[in-house]
């Protein structure tokens, strides 16, 4: 295989790869605060319940906490979900994601 060939295979390696290094939800990040809430799931309606769970990174270094959907509905006491939001909170390498689950 010649090395033009190569290198073309290799590239197209990447294009099809790079779509599984990002996260499902990736908000635009600011350097030095950034803070976003956006829909995850939208149902018909948003309920009367509402249940969040949070995870926290530290500059990148460090990370910890379960901001899953079943931690956020546990919290709000929830069976039935119907809408699901994501608060996601930058400021100067300190941030934050919350699931935000509304449901009954």
């Known amino acids: 295989m ?3 060939m190569k290198v073309m295979a290799l590239l197209a ?3 099809v790869l790079v779509g ?8 635009p990040r600011g350097l ?4 976003q809430k956006a ?3 939208s149902g018909a309606a948003t309920g009367s319940k509402t249940g969040t769970a949070m995870a926290v990174s530290a500059f990148g270094l460090v990370a910890w906490g379960d901001c899953s959907i ?3 509905a546990k919290a709000g006491g929830i069976t ?5 939001d994501y608060q996601s909170k930058n400021t100067l390498g300190y941030q934050e ?3 935000i689950v509304k449901g009954e």
């Open 70 to 72: 079943e931690a956020a």
């Open 2 to 4: 010649s090395r033009v």
């Open 97 to 99: 994601f919350t699931t």
């Open 80 to 84: 039935q979900i119907r809408h699901i």
């Open 13 to 15: 390696l990447a294009v």
């Open 32 to 35: 030095i605060f950034s803070d």
């Open 39 to 41: 829909p995850m799931f």
């Open 20 to 27: 599984c290094a990002q996260a499902p939800v990736m908000p």
